[in-house]
């Protein structure tokens, strides 16, 4: 991929993560509690995958893409520790909300994960801003 087509992907990952992060409000709106947790953590995952893409860091499955956030960005102190534990929540969550049969989120448990996945998203946009401006 070239320098070019990085600054491309990745921009459009943030745009995207933006929309996810609208589209889980429109859900919670609504009352579709697991919907609404699947967008957050996706939310974050684009951002995230962003980031990564970025550093040349890929990677082939979310379980991954968790972990070499960590591994990069937490552990080494660029990110705060709250971010890699929201990105872990939110991963075991969507899991919880999508898979398991008889399991439905509420009000209670999705609506205070709005703030930090935002501030998640903007973190990451700022450490990519000056990066990432188009050619």
Known sequence: ????????????RLETA??????AKVLADSE????????????????????LVWNNILTK?????????????VKTGRFDKKHGRLLAELF??????DYENIFDYDAERVLPLFEPVKELIAAIEIELETKCKPD
């Open 32 to 51: 579709f509690w697991n919907s609404s947790i699947n967008r957050l953590y996706y939310a974050a995952f684009y951002a995230v995958n962003a980031l």
């Open 61 to 73: 499955s979310h379980s991954t893409t968790k972990s070499q956030f960590s591994l990069h960005f």
């Open 18 to 23: 933006y929309k996810t992060l609208d589209a």
């Open 92 to 97: 075991d969550s969507r899991q919880k909300g």
């Open 1 to 12: 991929m070239s320098e070019s087509e990085k600054k491309q992907y990745v921009t459009h």
